[in-house]
């Protein structure tokens, strides 16, 4: 009766609206999995959570309860089970400036605003957009978010020394460090060839750990980063005046904060459906990362998005259902309750190890093959994005790459327009074009055609042809001019019905009779001169 209890609650948090896909078949041995694969996840949060607190320059707790309160909404609402939320480097970056200049309150009260922003960007359905950025941005993406991942592990290399400075460990510090991460690494590898029944990470951060605090080896813990001990989240109001002032200080930061997380979420809810075969979700998962921080502000959390390291934690441990994103939360919660004495003492190397393997299997290693066998404009955008992503920040390299794209694209489509001409029966000179017709192929388009050798009537066929944008209507008006003032007319036949009433919008056609109720793709219409006010 319990089991079956149990099932129905698991199925149930796994239902979604958008994640399709069967579940994987609910025993004991999927809930084993599922809460180990939590457990995992909720080990290599804590270290993360407190260094992005210091990043952004509030303490320890406000992002270990951003990194439970986030976690735990997202899991239960989001769009793709597998992913895991928390507080990241991305957005603390972004908020340590606010923080410097206004205070932990404003930080607050925007990540209220943010989490609203969010929830209109779902209502609106503009998650799918995420659906526009191309394939060599995803790449550069994922590669740039495994060098940081990669690089944010340094700082563990790093000690204390009597100055209270941050300097590079050196002798047999360093070394024990190295020898505690290569031997995590060399286990998570080994593992899963001897067994499955309990994630390869966890036996790892164990067997580590149990090392380390059974020798008493002299290597930093997590307890050397802060404190984790602390209570439940209070309800708490975020003390800033409530005025046109505040609104102008946190606005732009709100903004800037919503769009990085929604574009670091997405992206990763992508990269998690590929591992996982599943789909759509993207709309659902705006709407639960915007409640998830819409709480978060009120609770004393810093705010977050999906993080792709943890996630990518969760999926090679197992983790398929909305389970094991609610266990790592709820973990992370009493480790905060009750045994902060505990993980305090987990070496930070048996993390960073961890974290080293999700770098090699994040790292898309493939790309590095493919850059010569791929077009060089692609090429180009993978190394952009992971360079950008590196050196800026990841909505920044990620908007960056679909420009570049979008602009190799437009380059490639205005080299297609060309004409094929011809007589028609009735004496007519016949331009066949063959391309879309936009802004960028409008200079081509005006090259085709010979206006002093042409037959006074001239007729464009836009049968394999498209009229796309206000450019085009302006050449084609500027094209028809030039002819009218030669004597001659131009008429235009096989127009698409997007075409027609494009152009019928703009008042452009014309026709024998005042309306045409009939629209016909063979009609031969007149184009009307003066409708688009001049090229200027």
């Known amino acids: 009766m319990i089991k079956a209890s149990l099932a129905a609650f698991t199925e149930r948090l796994s239902a979604t609206i958008g994640d399709r896909g069967e579940l994987p078949p609910l025993n004991a041995s999927r809930i084993r999995i599922e809460v180990l694969a939590g457990l995992t996840v ?109 690089l944010a592990q340094m700082e563990q290399f790093k000690t204390v020394n009597e100055a209270g400075e941050h300097v590079w460990m050196t002798g047999w510090p360093l070394l024990l460090t190295l020898g505690l991460v290569a031997l995590t690494m060399v286990l998570i590898w080994a593992v899963p060839k001897v067994t499955k029944a309990i994630p390869a990470p966890l036996v790892a951060i164990g067997v580590v750990a149990a090392l380390v605090i059974g020798f008493g080896l002299p290597v930093p813990r997590v307890g050397d980063l802060a404190s984790i001990e602390g209570g439940l989240p209070a309800f708490h109001i975020p003390m800033v005046p409530l005025n046109l002032q505040t609104v102008e200080i946190i606005l732009p930061y709100a903004f800037i904060l919503a769009a990085i997380g929604l ?200 049968a394999d042809s498209r009229v796309v944008d206000q450019s085009a209507l302006q050449a084609i008006e500027d094209l028809a001019l030039k002819y009218d003032q030669a004597g001659k007319q131009v008429e235009l036949r096989h127009l698409s019905r997007e075409c027609h009433k494009l152009l019928t919008r703009a008042g452009q056609l014309m026709v024998d009779s005042d309306d045409d109720p009939a629209y016909e793709i063979a009609v031969d219409y007149q184009v009307k001169l003066g409708r688009m006010g001049g090229a200027h």
């Open 42 to 150: 909720a080990l290599a949060l804590v270290p993360e959570a407190v260094a992005f607190a210091f990043v952004a320059g509030v303490p320890p707790l406000a992002g270990l309860y951003a990194a439970f309160i986030v976690g735990l909404v997202t899991a239960v609402l989001g769009g793709r089970r597998g992913m895991i939320s928390g507080a990241t480097g991305a957005l603390a970056v972004v908020m340590v400036h606010l923080v410097a200049e206004h205070g932990i309150e404003y930080l607050f009260a925007t990540v209220v605003l943010m989490g609203l922003i969010q929830i209109s960007a779902g209502v609106f359905r503009l998650g799918k957009f995420i659906r526009m950025v191309p394939h060599p941005v995803m790449l550069g993406f994922v590669n740039g978010l495994a060098i940081v991942i990669f």
């Open 263 to 462: 574009i670091e979420s997405l992206l990763t809810l992508n990269l998690v459906g590929e591992i996982t075969g599943r789909r759509g979700g993207a709309s659902q998962e705006c709407v639960a990362q915007g409640l998830a921080n819409l709480v978060t502000g009120f609770f004393g959390g810093m705010g977050g998005c999906a993080m792709i390291g943890q996630s990518m934690i969760n999926v090679k441990s197992g983790g398929r259902l909305r389970l094991a994103g609610i266990a790592a939360a709820l973990f992370l919660l009493a480790f905060i309750l009750v045994g902060s004495s505990v993980i305090e003492q987990i070496p930070l190397a048996a993390l960073v190890g961890v974290m080293f393997m999700v770098v090699i299997g994040t790292f898309a290693w493939q790309s590095l093959r493919i850059l010569t066998r791929i077009p060089k404009s692609d090429a180009f955008v993978i190394i952009l994005v992971t360079g950008v992503t590196v050196y800026s920040d990841l909505a920044v390299a990620v908007i960056v790459g679909v420009i570049v794209s979008a602009l190799v694209y437009a380059w490639n489509a205005a080299s297609r327009i060309h004409a094929r001409e011809s007589i028609g029966e009735n004496g007519e000179h016949i331009y066949k074009l063959e391309g879309p017709l936009f802004f960028g192929s409008t200079a081509s388009f005006s090259e085709l055609f010979d206006i002093e050798k042409d037959r006074d009537r001239v007729v464009i066929d836009f």
